[in-house]
Each structure stands twice: as structure tokens, then as C-alpha cells.
């Protein structure tokens, strides 16, 4: 299967996802990006955002809060700080989180202020994407 | 010669305490069979970030402009030691031998006229580090309270480290803790994470493009790794304690078995020759009339 790529979707405590997909769609540190088979090697951070991955057995989406992704020719592994199936996303993890960064982004410094208010916004907008 | 009563006494408290260490043994291994299995499950992801980051490191460490996480302060005058330990004694050798480790560089450092700090995760390695160290604690995590050991743990450690980091409290910070072999085999293990060194891995030379940038990337992920490191530090040291725990508790299971062949023996010799004193004592009653 020429147009399929390996792909890998690891936390830090257990690997969630190991199959095979057509395509991947990755919420890029630099914006949304979709990898498939034959992606030229590419290193991406990721912001918070919804990844969905489009294989032989059907579409799933996942929420993911930042880490990285590795794509090659022939696989893509997503490393996520904390990734949980759309379905399971609750309304409390949301705000739990954006609690976090709303203290976070209040405490830091003004050179770090871009960053961290990036990620109350980006957590933001995931919420509204996931809408709970 | 103790009394019967008391022979008997003892071999009966022996028991329990066989049993406890049986039990305990039993509880070990369950124990043991889960850490190892989250270790196992962790190792990908720690894997990975590891590869990713040293082929980063690699190519982004010689400019001046790299991370001090990774490049340094510039000189190594203050170390921070995290030495993880246990928050539960009865695991034989596995506490001591991290502090014995620690204790050995602390005392190396010490007398290169080294600034030490310590921070202990684990309340056995504080106990035995006060009693020499009292003055270079500078912080202690308590893990009582945590029934398995989650990401969010080490990345409260971690965030606790950066933050002294940051407040430019230290310039080397060491992790020490027990490497996992087997049942038997723990392997005390010193590991600088600041400034990250990174084992010079034969990666496939395939050319990444990077977005945002390289530097961009590797300052988001310096902090990660040492989450990281830490996580798998503290899973190392889970799936340490347990197997030391089982091993020390099968020790004690056998000891108390042979005590109670011993103590058995010696109650029903002392048996035995209360009998035949009673029977002499007939006999020759019987023969003086």
C-alpha cells in the first residue's frame, strides 16, 4: 500500500494509537498541516488543537495539548503532552486547562507573555472546537 | 534453656511474622508486574523525545545562541542533587544504596570546594541525607500521598527544577536514582540533566525541515525532556523498589522458615527431655521403696 503512512500516537504514560492512516491531519505550532505518505521530513511543534487522523478504518480525532511531531516518508509520530480521544473530551478537563494557562500566562514575564497568551487562546479555540 | 512455654511463644510469633513477609512479598510482585508495565509503556515516548532532541542538539548546540538548558550556565560552581528515594522502607538494600552514591559525589564535591544543594524525592533519602547534609537541603517532594506515579508528578518535579533554574539557583542538576536490571539487580545510577548531554546516537542522516524554527523547537522541548527524564527516572526507581521489596521479603520468608525448623527442633528436643526427667524421676522413686 503505496499511499498509506505509519502512524504513532504516543503520550508520555502509554502509546494511544498505532496504525495505518492515509492522511493526518496536525495542529502545527505554524498553523494546521496535513501529512500523508511520501510528507518530506519535517520536525513541527504543536499548539493545542484537535488532530485527526483519516485511515482505512474510518476518521478519528483526538485532543491534543502540545508536543511535537516527526513526519517522514513513511510515518508520522505524534508526541503529546496529553492526548485524549474527542469523545471522552469533558467540559472540566477544558477548563481545568485553560485555568492553568490563564494563571500561567498572568504570572509570566512580559517577554513571555506572546507565549503564553497564545496558549490560553489556542486552548480557547480547541474548546469551542470541541464544543463542550 | 527457656521454658517450653516460651519456645513455644516464639515459634508461634515467627510464624506471623512469616506470614507477613510472605504477604508482603506477594504484594510486591503484583506491584512490581505494574510498574514494569508502565515503564515499558513510557519508554516510546521517552525514546523518541530523546532521538529527536540530540539530533537537535546536535546541529543547534555549537551556536552561542543556544539554550542554557542545554549549553549551560557557563561555569559548574552550584550542583543540585535530586536524589529519589523511596517513601517506604522494608526493600532491603534499595535505599541505601542511592544514598551511598549520593552521599560519594556530595562528599567528591564538596571537596572540589563545590557548592551542593540537595533536593530528595521520597521521604527514606531525606531521613538518611539529614543526618550528614541537614544545611544543603533546599527542598524535599513528598510522595506519600501518590498511589501511582503519573507524568503530572514528574512535571511538578521538573517544573520545581526550571524554576530554580531559572532563579539561577544551581548550574548542574543530577538525578539519582535505581536503574531497573531485574528482580535481583537495581543499578544505583547518577544522570546530569542540566545541561542536557545527550549520547552521541547514530541517527539516519534524513534532513528535517523544521517549523517554527530549530532553536524554536529545541527551547519547547528542552523542558519537556526533563519532564521526561524525570518521569522515567521516577518509573525506573518504582519498578527498583518493588523488585528490591520482593527480593528482601522472599530473604526474610525463607530466614523465618528455617528459624522455625530450628526453634521446632529445640522445643521438642526440650520436649523430650522433660519427659524422660519425669520418667527418671518415677523410676527411681520406684526403686527406693
Request: glycine share 8%.
Amino acid at each position: 500500500m503505496a499511499n498509506t503512512l505509519q502512524f504513532d500516537l504516543v503520550s508520555p504514560e502509554r502509546r494511544l494509537a498505532s496504525v495505518l492512516a492515509t492522511e493526518v491531519l496536525i495542529p502545527g505550532a505554524d498553523g494546521d498541516m496535513t501529512a500523508m505518505a511520501n510528507h518530506a521530513a519535517t520536525i513541527t511543534s504543536l499548539r493545542p488543537g484537535l488532530l485527526t487522523v483519516t485511515g482505512p478504518e474510518g476518521k478519528m480525532t483526538y485532543a491534543v495539548t502540545g508536543g511535537f511531531a516527526d513526519i517522514t516518508a513513511a510515518s508520522t509520530s505524534v508526541l503529546a503532552e496529553r492526548a485524549v480521544p474527542l469523545s471522552e473530551v469533558t467540559a472540566e478537563m477544558m477548563d481545568g486547562l485553560i485555568a492553568d494557562a490563564t494563571t500561567a500566562a498572568a504570572a509570566a514575564s512580559v517577554d513571555a507573555r506572546n507565549v503564553t497568551d497564545k496558549l490560553v487562546a489556542d486552548l480557547q479555540a480547541l474548546r469551542a472546537a470541541v464544543g463542550v | 534453656m527457656p521454658s517450653l512455654k516460651a519456645l513455644k511463644n516464639r515459634i508461634v510469633s515467627v510464624k506471623n511474622t512469616r506470614k507477613i513477609t510472605k504477604a508482603m512479598q506477594m504484594v510486591a510482585a503484583a506491584k512490581l508486574r505494574r510498574a514494569q508495565d508502565s515503564a515499558e509503556a513510557a519508554r516510546p515516548y521517552a525514546e523518541r523525545m530523546m532521538a529527536v532532541m540530540s539530533g537537535l542538539a546536535a546541529s543547534v548546540g555549537g551556536s552561542s545562541t543556544a539554550p542554557k538548558l542545554l549549553s549551560g550556565t557557563g561555569n559548574d560552581k552550584v550542583h543540585l542533587l535530586v536524589v529519589m528515594t523511596s517513601e517506604r522502607g522494608l526493600c532491603g538494600g534499595f535505599n541505601s544504596t542511592i544514598v551511598r552514591l549520593a552521599r560519594g559525589k556530595i562528599r567528591a564535591l564538596l571537596a572540589e570546594g563545590k557548592t551542593v544543594k540537595i533536593l530528595t524525592v521520597g521521604k527514606k533519602g531525606r531521613e538518611q541525607l539529614k543526618r550528614d547534609f541537614s544545611t544543603l537541603f533546599v527542598g524535599h517532594v513528598d510522595m506519600t500521598e501518590v498511589k501511582r506515579v503519573g507524568y503530572a508528578d514528574a512535571q511538578g518535579i521538573a517544573r520545581d527544577i526550571l524554576a530554580r533554574f531559572d532563579a539561577g539557583e544551581f548550574d548542574v542538576a543530577t538525578l539519582f536514582f535505581n536503574r531497573f536490571q531485574s528482580v535481583i539487580s537495581q543499578v544505583p545510577t547518577a544522570q546530569q540533566i542540566i545541561p542536557a548531554i545527550f549520547e552521541q546516537v547514530e541517527t539516519e542522516s534524513t534532513l528535517y525541515d523544521y517549523e517554527p524554527s530549530e532553536e524554536a523547537i529545541l527551547a519547547d522541548l528542552l523542558p519537556r525532556g526533563i519532564a521526561t527524564q524525570v518521569f522515567t527516572a521516577l518509573l525506573e526507581n518504582g519498578a527498583s523498589e518493588q523488585g528490591a521489596r520482593m527480593s528482601a521479603m522472599d530473604n526474610a520468608t525463607r530466614n523465618a522458615g528455617d528459624m522455625i525448623d530450628r526453634l521446632t527442633i529445640v522445643y521438642n528436643r526440650s520436649r523430650q527431655a522433660a519427659i524422660t526427667k519425669e520418667l527418671i524421676e518415677i523410676i527411681s522413686g520406684a526403686e527406693a521403696l
